[in-house]
């Protein structure tokens, strides 16, 4: 069973601080990751793609990808209440298509 | 806005019911996925549909089944309804299958099974 862990938080940070969510996979054969945010009552946005081992930086946003560690981050820096969500790791299976496989989210509460 | 329209919105079914949810893609996109949100979980693979075929399952019995037109739109047939199909469904469309293709979602349709 390919699963995608994540730490369900919440996870709390004050205004302008690094907020720091992390995700681990199982299936070492996959090669794509994505970092999803989802509002309450809403659908999932995609923030952030990665396919290589590194660093991979998108304005306040930080994706870091580990593979042989089975391992991806996402920083968000200066953080906004704005950014209070649910965050998604999602890894790509290489069997059912292009399915995604989806942790099941860390909360973000971001406060002013 | 992605460009994914789900419809309806919202819906309230009763246990033993049978419901359809539409979906239209993205214009260019050929592929359609649908996914299963429970309440606190992510988003689980139902199906996915490249060219009017299904082109992948994930674990759902066979009284989940889809459809996809000549136009790529796309439904999500449930028949049964069990309570524990109450959840957020989410289509999301792509122009092709690779495996790095991004997937953007549409805004859902929130089925209560009662």
């Known amino acids: 069973q390919k699963e995608v862990e994540q730490n369900s938080g919440p996870l709390s940070v004050p205004e302008g601080a690094i907020a720091s969510l992390n995700c681990t996979y199982s299936d070492r054969v996959s090669q794509s990751f994505f970092w999803y945010r989802q509002y309450s009552g809403k659908s999932p946005e995609l923030i952030m793609s990665?396919?290589?081992?590194g660093d991979k930086e998108d304005g306040r946003f930080t994706a870091q990808l580990n593979k042989a560690s089975q391992y991806v981050s996402l920083l968000i820096r200066d953080s906004q209440p704005s950014d209070s969500a649910t965050y998604l790791c999602?890894?790509?299976?290489?069997?059912?298509?292009?399915?995604?496989?989806f942790g099941k989210g860390t909360t973000l509460s971001v406060s002013s | 806005e992605t460009g994914v329209t789900q419809s309806p919105t919202h819906l309230i079914k009763t246990r033993g019911q049978q419901v359809t949810l539409r979906c239209s893609s993205q214009?260019?996109?050929?592929?359609v996925s649908w996914y299963q949100q429970a309440l606190g979980q992510g988003p689980q693979f139902i199906f996915q549909y490249y060219r009017e075929e299904e082109n992948g399952r994930g674990n759902f019995p066979p009284r989940f089944s889809g459809l996809q037109f000549p136009n790529y739109s796309s439904e999500l047939n449930v028949n049964a309804l069990e309570l524990d199909d109450s959840a957020l469904y989410l289509c999301?469309?792509?122009?092709?299958?690779?495996?790095?293709?991004?997937?953007?979602f549409g805004s859902g349709t929130q089925l209560s099974v009662l």
């Open positions: 999602a890894v790509r299976s290489n069997q059912a298509g292009t399915a995604l496989i």
């Open positions: 990665i396919y290589s081992n």
């Open positions: 214009s260019g996109h050929n592929t």
């Open positions: 999301a469309s792509s122009s092709d299958r690779g495996t790095n293709e991004k997937l953007f």
